[in-house]
Nanobody, 126 residues
Framework: QVQLVESGGGLVQAGGSLRLSCAAS????????TGWFRQAPGKEREFVAS????????TYADSVKGRFTISRDNGKNTVYLQMNSLKLEDTAVYYC???????????????????WGQGTQVTVSS
């Protein structure tokens, strides 16, 4: 089992950058694929980015490709989401998720993840 805690959210102007962090408990973090999702007010939770247990493969939503980068440091039990060139439509609560398994597949569906963090708010202003 793993527990996830996100941090790094905040208020930023359009065009700015933020880096989110997700700290995981437990000694088996390297056995989990991880992902980031987001949920804007009045909208469903949507996929943002994911990577495999070793970060060797990544997947991004089309809306963030070229702007966001997911990475992880298994030695620190942490996964990151670097967000650049932020847009107003990036405003949302961002959630970290983990899925057990060492495969070359980086999951994209909400239902594929076993564990979730509580979320961190990102607000992009004009």
């Amino acid at each position: 089992q793993v527990q996830l805690v996100e941090s790094g959210g905040g208020l930023v102007q359009a065009g700015g950058s933020l880096r989110l962090s997700c700290a995981a408990s437990g000694r088996t973090f390297s056995r989990y694929a991880t992902g980031w999702f987001r949920q804007a007010p009045g909208k469903e939770r949507e996929f943002v980015a994911s990577n495999t247990w070793n970060g060797g493969s990544t997947t991004y939503a089309d809306s963030v490709k070229g702007r966001f980068t997911i990475s992880r440091d298994n030695g620190k039990n942490t996964v990151y989401l670097q967000m650049n060139s932020l847009k107003l439509e990036d405003t949302a609560v961002y959630y970290c998720a983990a899925r057990w398994g060492r495969s070359d597949y980086s999951p994209v569906a909400i239902t594929e993840y076993n564990y979730w963090g509580q979320g961190t708010q990102v607000t992009v202003s004009s």
